[in-house]
């Protein structure tokens, strides 16, 4: 099995950045595609990006592309995300989740097998 803990997340201002991360346990973190969703109040998750289990291929979605970038370090067995350039809309709970299934840059919640317990990103206007 696969257990995942986020950290990074807070309370921060419009145009601030933070570094989300995420440490992976229970199973060899390399042979894991990854990937980050959020979910704000009153809404359904929703992805925000993924990467491949080399780090060779990344995936955005349309609103968070050339401000959030997606990376992991397999010998620290941690994935990250670095946010910059917040937004008010930006607020939300963030997941990381390991690929179970699907392919390399699905969207789809259902095809990530193990999740982490979040992390509150902030942002105020």
């Known amino acids: 099995q696969v257990q ?3 950290s990074g997340g807070g309370l921060v201002q419009a145009g601030d950045s933070l570094r989300l991360s995420c440490a992976a346990s229970g199973r060899t ?5 990854m990937g980050w969703f959020r979910q704000a ?3 359904e998750r929703e992805f ?7 780090g060779g291929s990344t995936y ?3 609103s968070v592309k050339g401000r959030f970038t997606i990376s992991r370090d397999n010998a620290k ?7 910059n350039s917040l937004k008010p809309e930006d607020t939300a709970v963030y997941y990381c ?4 299934r699907g392919y390399s840059g699905s969207y789809d919640p259902n095809d990530y097998g193990y999740w982490g317990q979040g992390t509150q990103v902030t942002v105020s206007s």
């Open 4 to 6: 995942l803990v986020e």
């Open 29 to 33: 973190f390399s042979s894991l595609s």
């Open 41 to 43: 109040p009153g809404k």
């Open 48 to 54: 925000v990006a993924a990467i491949t289990r080399s």
């Open 60 to 62: 955005y979605v349309d």
């Open 77 to 83: 067995n941690t994935m990250y995300l670095r946010m």
């Open 97 to 100: 989740a390991a690929k179970t």
